[in-house]
């Protein structure tokens, strides 16, 4: 089960609403390159073309099918298939944009840095990261990951997502490199009318991905079986049948 433009886009105007907030918080005012990592289907590279009307704005993203949605979205723009941790664009860039991706990338020691290496002077590195691990969504894909006669096939399922620092050690990370370094951290609380269903199909478009890719088609319909009839009782519905679905992020802002 790879990554699907449709199911991503499925709830696009909650995914897009914190690549709204991040790009408010970017001090750069005049960018002339702006690229965003991890595009996706193009909907955060939309917004950057809104805000950054005169630069010459790129996207890249491991994804085959998403870079083939974000073309037919913003077909004047150019888009690359490359993956984060081995992209040798050196740059230098204006604005670094990345949006819910570098959770699914190791070593943020390392990878920081090496990419505010790669701004201009005044340039800004501009980073969100769902911080959901602990979630009862995800602690629930682990357990029914880890209990059922698929334990073996998703034994490696859960290390896909990078464990997170705090926020001072993110601060720590990227104050040597950049003059300014800002970090915070919002929960949405996102409605869903279709209740634990709901929950299911947003998570089918990120965090569920790893846990289905590696099943064969009865595997998988009975692993959501399972996983829908735990989140139902994780996220009660309310009286109008709805789930109000927390939704933790982190959020950096570093400026060269």
Known sequence: MPWSAKQYVAFEDERTRPARDLLAAIP???????????????????????RFPQARVQGLDSSPDMIDAARKRLPQLQFDVADIDTWADTGPFDVIFANAVLQWLPDHPTLLPALAGKLAAGGSLAIQMPDNLNEPSHRLMREVAAQGPWAGKLAGAAGQRTQMAAA??????????????????????????????????????????????PLNATEREQYLREYLAAVTEAYPALADGSVLLPFPRLFIVATR
């Open 168 to 213: 001072d050690g993110y601060f720590s990370m990227l104050r040597p490199h950049c003059a300014r370094v800002d970090v915070w951290r919002t929960t949405y609380h996102h409605p869903l009318a279709d209740g634990a269903a709901g929950v299911v199909e947003w998570f089918k478009g990120s965090g569920l991905i790893p846990f289905l890719s």
């Open 28 to 50: 750069t005012a005049d960018a002339r390159t702006v690229v965003d990592i991890g595009c996706g289907p193009g909907n955060s590279t939309e917004l950057l073309l809104e």
